[in-house]
């Protein structure tokens, strides 16, 4: 009884596997009768086919495609001048794209320009030296080498700023170094929070007591940190303090600087100094020179060339009492500047020191006067993460 049913069993499984044999031969026949694929993995041409002329290259011949990055359109008077939602202009591919509008970078204020582009930080005032902060970009004409230049970006803000103080500490500032602390501090409190400062003191040579920090504890330490002794290496701290503001990633610099005398310590000179100062984007000096009537004349005269040329300015206050308020006026100037953009109509790899003359005209005013720098060497530039 058992034999027969196990016999009828096998029979029946035979039969099934017949079946399926079956079905599977005739799927694997109607699958090899279909035309291939245009679209087959990395563009191979199935065994057995040519290739037609219509196909489309193979994937790893095809230039790789990347998504341009995210960007906030610069602007020019308050108006967008590239195209929304992140587009790059006509006949512009997303690589070639250069940000000029500020931006907030893990908390860093950058400003970024293109390579070709010369930044200027303007300060405008009145016949009666008062700050002008109302102009639009219309009202700016720039001329470099004498030829008038097209302003590209435009904007008047309060941005952070790299600021270097740069006090002298030689024996003769003893007696002073108390208020010149206390206008030194002032300055930084009255100034952007987002700052960055640094602290030079020098003497015969210069030290850095302070690298670039917001913290007002560290900078008065290191402005209380006084060992007055020996000469003035007034253009040797300079040129110093130029080199050590290129660390900072903020666009705009200064250098606030106070002595009390000629320079009779330095192995740089005046002109080698002025020089490093108008790198291409080189910090603005604003000077206090708190000089006696002794070699007066040649100090005064370099610290107003240091300054003028940079596009700050010098004060020789009559009086230690002043100094404070001279460095709290210093402060409202630097927040209160017009950030402009230029492409120059001469090549920038074409040598030489090219001069800058900005002026200002705008009604109801009847004179302005613009504190710019007067030139610069191009293709030396000293330049932060922009910014701006």
């Known amino acids: 009884m058992y034999m027969p049913k196990l016999g009828t069993m096998l029979l ?38 040519a290739q037609q002329p219509s ?18 359109p610069p602007t020019q ?12 202009p006509s006949g512009q591919s997303p690589a070639t794209q250069s940000p000029q509008a500020p931006a907030n970078d893990n908390g860093v204020f950058t400003f970024s320009v293109k390579a070709e582009e010369v930044t200027l930080h303007a300060t405008v005032v009145d016949e009666r030296n008062r700050l002008i902060t109302n102009l639009g970009k219309g009202d700016f004409f720039i001329f470099e080498n004498s030829q008038p230049q097209q302003i590209r970006s435009f904007r008047q803000e309060d941005i952070p700023v790299a600021i ?14 108390e208020e010149v602390n206390k206008a030194a501090i002032n300055l930084v409190k009255a ?35 006084v060992e007055s002794r020996g000469g003035t290496a007034l253009y040797d701290a300079i040129v110093a303090s ?18 009390d005398g000629e320079d009779d310590a330095s192995q740089e000179s005046l002109e080698q100094a002025v020089h490093k100062l108008q790198q291409e984007n080189g910090p603005t000096v604003y000077a206090i020179g708190l000089l006696g009537q002794e070699k007066a004349r040649k100090a005064k005269r370099a610290l107003e060339i240091l300054a003028d040329r940079t596009g700050g300015e010098s004060f020789f206050p009559p009086s230690l009492g002043e100094v404070d308020e001279i460095s709290r006026s210093i402060a409202r100037d630097i927040r209160n500047q017009y950030t402009i953009t230029y492409t120059p109509t001469t090549p920038k790899n074409v040598g030489g020191f090219r001069t800058i003359h900005v002026d200002a005209r705008a009604r109801p005013y ?17 330049q932060g993460a922009g910014g701006e």
């Not at 196909?55 to 906030?72: D, G, H, L, V």
């Not at 270097?164 to 170094?177: A, P």
């Not at 130029?242 to 002595?259: G, N």
Request: glycine share 6%; proline share 9%; with cysteine.
């Open 77 to 88: 008077g308050g108006q967008p001048t590239a195209p929304e939602q992140g587009q790059p």
């Open 164 to 177: 270097g103080i740069v006090i002298d500490n030689s024996g003769s500032m003893r007696e002073k170094r």
């Open 366 to 382: 009847k004179k302005l006067t613009v504190r710019t720098r007067s030139g610069y060497y191009p293709g030396q530039e000293q």
């Open 55 to 72: 196909q489309t290259p193979p994937a790893q011949n095809a230039p790789a495609q990347s998504a341009p990055p995210a960007q906030a």
């Open 12 to 49: 029946r499984n035979r039969l099934a596997c017949v079946l399926v044999l079956t079905l599977l031969s005739a799927e694997l026949v109607w699958t090899q009768t279909q035309p291939a694929s245009t679209t087959s993995p990395q563009g191979s041409t199935p065994q057995g086919q």
């Open 242 to 259: 130029a080199d050590y503001l290129i660390k900072s990633p903020l666009q705009r610099k200064v250098l606030f600087v106070v002595t």
């Open 191 to 225: 100034s952007n929070p987002q700052d960055q400062v640094f602290v030079v003191n020098f003497s015969d040579e210069y030290y850095l007591d302070q690298e670039f920090t917001a913290d007002i504890k560290k900078l008065q330490a290191a402005l209380e940190h």
